[in-house]
């Protein structure tokens, strides 16, 4: 994909999302000029953005919501839900927009309908005046609407301009809209030549009528074009042109208006182009810029600049940046004497232009322009002359080269009161200085930072060697002194790249005031929410996987949770409930609660739903306490809603959270009490890039085991073992522990070894609120490891969350204890 | 080789506008507010500004306007707008800009515009 396109796609997204927070926020502060400023500015430069390509339909629905919020911002009109309402579905469409224009770089045509939809429901909540503004092009269509002829608004603004002065010189255009039949190829039709020959053509395009088939398909006897044309000739003589095709051509008589139309898209197409190859950016399909082009422009250029520099000399005002300004305008002349290459009118304009800033008046330069512009144009035009023949060279006095335009002398008159430059009240809003980085350029530096912690352990190994194997025991207590050098900055490097992965929590609670709106209206409930302490960081994987898993809680909360206004007054509380998501950061854990002041959860409920479910038995139930009753609803396949909504309900929410949340090592533990409300507190680790890993020895191969999972090492003697119906047990501090062993686990045939004292090695490890202890050969060190996940064909192997590389190069795999238990 | 500042707060505009100039041979720098165009020509002598309207911080006219307070040299300004009003060109004419290009700028119209304004000689 063309690199414009790349970036006015990620640009699109956050200028999106912004404009969807700063709606949200604008519901709390409805008069806040300065949010409803930036708002505006946000969607303008959005519309302007999509301008640069031929996104008509972006285009068309930004600048309808560009409109509107400039009404918003001059207090033409209030700001009302109905208002914000339209505006994020507005904004919604464009993000879908881009994922088209992402998947398939443009616009599918079936989204045009949608786009008129949108501009519509926007356009609107205008008030009726300014609604005819854009439809008054409509008002004189006897045959055609603007929506009938797309392509006139589509038209490159140059080309309008140009055509508009075909009409401003009184020539009547016609637009004609020529769709050759399918099958013309078969009765002597050439479409292509037919249009190229059209008498009086002033712009034709081409575009396909239908979607284009992948080429495999295309039937190239098939002619899938239509063309659009603009002609100064006239009817009898395009009626005459189109005689044998007439049926297929709908010419209508162009109204100037239609031109002046300023629907801001214009690309810069090729003439005859279609509409799908010109939807890149004009840089990337550039006209082929011929000679002819270039010198139209620059002609264009100069009439422009010289018609500027005379309007900005003739301005009235006095403002007391003046003296810059018309030094910004000597400049500009200078630069066109020498472009021209007329010496002696760069100096003319220098002396004007001092005498003008000793007097304060303009007079001189305007005077220069008057009696001198003209030559200076006719020298520019014909600028590709050899200099030398230029007429103006030879003229007068022969003075010193004019100095450059950039080192005009200092103003003389006084700067006035003009500001001085430096911190002011703009500089509070300042955005962060951030660095916006690829996610995979700091993958790949955590995995190199990965592969140097391992690499480093070699160093030890080394050292061990220098001492045993080869004798030399200085050499190894270098080697150690280095070891602790590079271990160090390794540490340090670990840690540094961790910080850069740390990211808030609000990048996943920006999305919630968005949820809980759309929501909690849904439901017809009032719910104010709370976000406290958004600022506190974790890693980026803890914060992305945390995502899915509150919004459930969230949904929950909202669905089950939290009651209608009507049920909250009976009830005494008050009508608008309140949700809470609080996160904060305790030791080395990041703790997340959701807490809403709603209905509660109802423990005979619960345990009433979960028996009927088979989940628990009769014992189970008298048994269990409130609280116990309460966690139930981690319990898979339990739904305690009397209807199930579309929302949540459907008794997949709480499990699906549970293992989310485990998976990533954390835990969730949720109280409750009937009728005050139900808080869920989720705590995560920091950060889940560096495992503490035991390594132990089976079989002559070694596996890691995360030490969140180890209890303790002890060693058993073999006669105190017991065997217990079928499984292994011992006795260990005063309860039974059932033992397993790892190669049984694991499909390994061997039996556990024992040491020269005849003792097992056992690895109590917890999994799943149990002890049990795993039968190993041998215990080795514990390590920090940076774990990667298996990838691949191995990503299937459920007794392994990952692998990691070790110092002496070899791969240790990490055992999942919750699965292989 | 002439130095041009594009000042604008939209990444994609920046690089459409900077990939045109670059294509004509001038040196390109970018400043993404009105603020920070104003540091930036402070510390060096730009030869051309490129300057949207609508920015945060400080819009184009603010910062045209402080430009030409300053008592530095004068480079010429162009001022980019996606509105063709021509109220808004007559302001760009107060606060100090040089010409008035609507958006979206053509590859050879800005081309020629820098050209002239920059003082090369013919293509």
Redesign the interface.
């Known amino acids: 994909m063309n690199p414009l396109l790349v970036q006015f796609l990620s640009e699109s997204r956050d200028f999106s999302q912004d404009i969807g927070q700063k709606l949200l926020q604008m519901e709390d502060a409805p008069s806040d000029q300065g949010l409803i400023n930036e708002l505006f500015r946000l969607v303008h430069t959005l519309k302007g953005n999509s301008g640069l390509f031929t996104f008509p339909e972006m285009t068309r629905v930004l600048h309808a919501g560009e409109d509107l919020l400039g009404m918003v911002r001059d207090g033409r009109i209030a700001y009302s839900r109905e208002l914000a309402d339209r505006l994020l579905n507005a904004i919604d469409f464009v993000m879908e927009l881009c994922a088209d224009i992402e998947s398939t770089e443009r616009i599918d045509a079936s989204r045009a309908k949608d786009a008129a939809r949108m501009t519509e429901s926007l356009r609107g909540l205008m008030p009726a005046v300014e609604c005819e503004a854009p439809a008054s092009a409509r008002i004189n269509a006897a045959a055609a609407t603007a929506e009938e002829m797309p392509t006139l608004a589509e038209l490159p603004g140059a080309t309008r301009e140009e055509l508009l002065r075909h009409c401003r010189a009184g020539e009547a255009l016609n637009w004609i809209s020529y769709a050759p039949v399918h099958d013309c190829f078969f009765q002597g039709d050439d479409p292509f030549f037919c249009a190229r020959q059209t008498p009086g053509l002033l712009w034709g395009g081409a575009r396909p009528s239908e979607a284009l088939p992948s080429l495999a398909e295309l039937d190239t006897y098939r002619c899938v074009l239509e063309f659009h044309l603009v002609t100064s000739a006239s009817r009898e003589e395009l009626d005459e042109h189109f005689r044998y095709v007439t049926e297929q051509v709908r010419i209508v008589a162009v109204n100037p208006q239609w031109l002046e139309l300023t629907e801001s898209n214009h690309a810069d197409p090729h003439c005859i182009a279609g509409r799908s190859v010109i939807a890149n950016a004009p840089a990337q399909t550039a006209p082929s810029s011929g000679a002819g082009e270039a010198w139209r422009e620059r002609t264009a250029a100069i009439n422009a600049i010289f018609a500027a520099q005379q309007q900005i000399l003739m301005l009235d005002d006095h403002p007391d940046w003046r003296a810059g300004r018309i030094r910004a305008v000597g400049a500009v002349l200078v630069n066109l004497a020498r472009s021209a290459g007329d010496q002696v009118a760069a100096s003319e304009i220098q002396a004007a232009l001092t005498e003008c800033l000793s007097t304060g008046r303009n007079s001189l330069l305007l005077l220069w322009l008057e009696t001198s512009k003209a030559h200076l144009i006719a020298s520019l035009s014909g600028a590709s002359a050899p200099l030398s023949t230029n007429p103006a060279a030879t003229r007068s006095n022969g003075s010193e080269e004019a100095p450059p335009a950039s080192e005009v002398g200092p103003a003389q008159s006084t700067p006035g009161d003009g500001i001085k430059f430096g911190r002011r009240a703009e500089d509070s809003s300042a955005g962060p200085r951030n660095l916006k980085v690829d996610q995979a350029k700091i993958d790949r530096l955590m995995n190199l930072i990965g592969e140097l912690v391992v690499s480093k352990n070699a160093l030890p190994y080394l050292a061990q060697r220098a001492e045993t194997q080869f004798g030399v025991r200085e050499l190894s207590r270098e080697i150690k002194g280095e070891y602790s050098v590079i271990n160090r900055i390794a540490d340090e490097m670990q840690d540094a790249i961790m910080q850069v992965r740390m990211m808030t929590v609000s990048s996943i609670f920006q999305r919630f005031p968005r949820l809980v709106r759309d929501i909690s209206r849904k439901l017809g409930k009032e719910v104010q929410l709370v976000l406290e302490d958004e600022q506190t960081e974790a890693d980026k994987n803890i914060i992305e996987s945390l995502a899915d898993p509150l919004i459930h809680i969230v949904r929950n909360s909202l669905d089950h949770g939290l009651e209608t206004p009507e049920i909250r007054r009976a009830r005494g509380k008050p009508e608008t409930g309140t949700l809470t998501i609080r996160a904060a950061q305790q030791a080395d854990r990041v703790v997340i609660e959701i807490i809403d002041d709603g209905k509660g959860i109802d423990p005979a409920v619960i345990k009433q739903k979960a028996y009927e479910k088979g989940l628990i038995d009769e014992s189970t139930l008298e048994r269990i306490d409130d609280r116990e009753a309460i966690n139930l609803i981690f319990a898979a396949g339990l739904s305690t809603a009397a209807v199930i909504s579309d929302l949540s309900g459907r008794g997949v929410g709480m499990d699906v959270v549970r293992s989310a949340v485990e998976k990533i090592n954390g835990t969730v533990v949720i109280h409750s009490e009937l009728g005050m409300g139900t808080t869920i507190r989720i705590s995560l680790p920091l950060s889940m890039a560096v495992t503490q890993v035991m390594i132990v020895e089976s079989d002559g191969q070694l596996f890691g085991i995360p030490m969140d999972n180890v209890v303790e090492t002890v060693r058993v003697p073999k006669r105190e073992l017991r065997k217990i119906k079928q499984s292994l047990a011992a006795v260990l501090r005063g309860r039974i522990v059932p033992l397993k062993s790892l190669n049984t686990m694991l499909g390994i045939s061997a039996t556990p070894l024992a040491n020269s004292d005849d003792e097992l090695a056992v690895l109590l490890v917890q999994a799943g609120g149990e002890i049990l202890g795993l039968l190993v050969d041998g215990f080795r060190e514990t390590i920090g490891l940076i774990q990667k996940p298996l990838s691949g064909f191995l990503s299937g192997l459920s007794a392994y969350s990952g692998s990691a590389l070790m110092g002496d190069g070899s791969v240790l795999m990490i055992l999942n204890i919750r699965e292989i238990v | 080789m002439k130095r041009v500042l594009i000042v604008d707060?939209?990444?994609?505009?920046r690089?459409?506008h900077r990939?045109?100039l670059e294509s004509g041979g001038f040196a390109v720098e970018e400043a993404l507010n009105g603020?920070e165009a104003?540091e930036k020509a402070?510390e060096a002598?730009y030869?051309l500004l490129l300057v949207d309207i609508?920015?945060?911080?400080?819009d184009g006219f603010g910062f045209l306007?402080?430009?030409?307070?300053?008592?530095?040299?004068?480079?010429?300004?162009i001022m980019v707008s996606?509105e063709?009003a021509a109220r808004d060109e007559?302001a760009a004419?107060?606060a100090?800009a040089?010409?008035?290009l609507?958006?979206?700028v053509?590859?050879?119209?800005l081309?020629?515009?820098a050209?002239?304004?920059?003082?090369?000689?013919?293509?």
């Open positions: 707060d939209a990444a994609t505009v690089m459409y990939g045109i603020i104003l402070l002598n030869d609508n920015m945060p911080r400080l306007k402080e430009m030409r307070r300053q008592e530095i040299p004068q480079p010429p300004a996606t063709a007559t004419y107060r100090g040089n010409c008035y609507v958006k979206p053509r590859p050879s119209q081309l020629a515009h050209r002239l304004m920059l003082g090369e000689a013919g293509r």
